[in-house]
């Protein structure tokens, strides 16, 4: 995390003209900004919900809302929003926040600049023309404001990408922003007017309509691997002069040769007997947002795929995730709910950023079982609801249900029946199941007695030692409020534990409330306020005494499978640090009754049904209070 002292640097060299992404210069009012006083009145929310982050806003005739930290006052408020040139750099960066400190109403969103964590502003009291401005987020000038009707706009479909910035607090007349003189003004509603709408994010501007020409060339300096034997060379019918930018095409689709390829050039067939083809030409110039058709087979590299199980692209472990890559193009399978209906699923620069610049993004991440040859493609940005399935020739989305329409064969044995159809997994990958030992619990933890719900005497342990250790090392650095207590339901039941009930390494397990036994490990937690994974003030840490993780929240994974224990930091591995989803509300000395609110999820609550911990709407009934006894 940037300390504000790193971030004031930055905006300092960008608003002195140092960026040389910001040619344009831009309004100044003041010649340096009070540090300390900016620090204070422009504190980035870490709590936040963020439906985009650092985006740019563009107007209808393509330009981009842009601030200049010294446009302002000496704490960077009251700065004027302009409408230039797209040119890349901070000053035209954006967050969408939709619930956080400074936004408590649902259907609501923050408009904040992401180089200087102002907010949007609309005051009717300042003089026309000057109503519109970067202000300090909750409306106070020196920060300490918490939320006002100034700063939200409408906002309920965080999948909707052009939008007015309307604002209607119920009291006055609507307002919506438009362009005036180059500077983002107010202006009455006008449904559907070109001059009040705005696109968030690149992905979202409408591409050049696909051309359906036959398979083209392999672009240029894109390598293409081995292939079957002796298969046609792609093959270009069109006479429209190629499009491509080959230096750009090469910098977007860089191939991975560290990648793990559990396939390489296969055929992906749909159960009509069709193969997914790509053209480079039916793009942009950098052969991204390529359509992905259903084409009669032919053997063509335009017609194979590697899938990708780890590498540059993919950090998800053990393999239960997979790209889909382009052999010719090497640019991933992406699925972007923010585009239009009907062009949301594409070919586009693995991880997920234009330039190539991108690592990984679960836009392109999909279920995968390396012993099927079968299966639907679910990607993970999806949440288990989303499969890619043809429609009018064209590869898109559709609710996962269970369809021959949804199922792809892949490699040499596409041609067998396909078996039924699953239904994906959620968004964490379902578990490997190695088989050595349970590992000793750490050894300032209570010695570990049989688990609370042990596994049938022939059933091996399916836990890997060395995994398990490394997911959930105990940090004993840690301040604890609380150790080994047992949390109570409001019905006398105690939360509980059991190892062997997730995957490999003692991640995604279900936390059950059973009767209480003051002698099992599984049903002890310690409270941590402070540690290597909590640096919030007045929020814990809720931790397995027995083996050291941590309670989670996972909107992205199946309703009633959303709640579990996983390694503290949020990384299935260990390695992660800080994550809202492991925080909750907490005050110093408490032990109860108290609601489990995770900081990643405003207005959700823990509570317990059909046995195990599960999530809810807060509504401060006895259901959702706990006692840490």
Known sequence: MLSSSSVLLAISLLSAGISQSAPVPYRRSVEALNEEATAEAHVRDETATRAFTAVPIKTADGQCLSVNPLGGDFRANLIPIEAKVCDGSANQDWDVITAGLHNDRAGSALFVSSLTNGCMNFDSRRAVGNQVLLFSCGGRAAGEGGVTDSQLFEFADSTVTSTALRQDNGRDAAVCFTITNGLLDRAACVEGANDQLFTIGDGTATPPPPQVPEPAPPVEDTPAPPSPPTPPAPVSTSTKPSILNPEAVAEAHQRDDTATRAVTAAEIKTTDGQCLSVDPEAGDFRSNLVPIEAKACDGSANQQWDLITAGKHNNIRDGDATLV????????????????????????????????????????????????????????????????????????????????????????????????????????PAPQVPAPQVPAPQASAPPAPAPQVPAPPTTPSKLNAASTAEAHKRDDTATRALSSVQIKTSSGQCLSVDPESGDFRANLLPITAVACDANAAGQKFDVITKGRHNDAQGAALVVSSLMQGCFNFDSRRRAGDQVNIFSCGGRADGSGRVTNSQLFTFAAGSTGPIALQPRNAVGTCFVVREGRLDQAGCDGSEAQLFTLA
Do not use: H, Y
Request: proline content about 7%.
């Open 325 to 428: 890559v382009s052999t010719l193009i090497n640019g991933c399978m992406n699925f972007d709910s923010r585009r239009a209906p009907g062009n949301q699923v594409l070919l586009f620069s693995c991880g997920g950023r234009a330039a190539g610049e991108g690592e990984t993004t679960d836009s392109q991440l999909f279920d995968f079982e390396e012993v099927s040859t079968t299966g639907v493609l679910a990607p993970l940005n999806g949440r288990g609801d989303i499969c890619f399935e043809v429609k009018n020739g064209k590869l898109d989305q559709g609710a996962c249900n269970a369809s021959a329409g949804q199922v792809f064969a892949i490699g040499e044995e596409s041609d067998a029946p396909a078996p039924a159809p699953q239904v994906p997994a959620p968004q964490v």
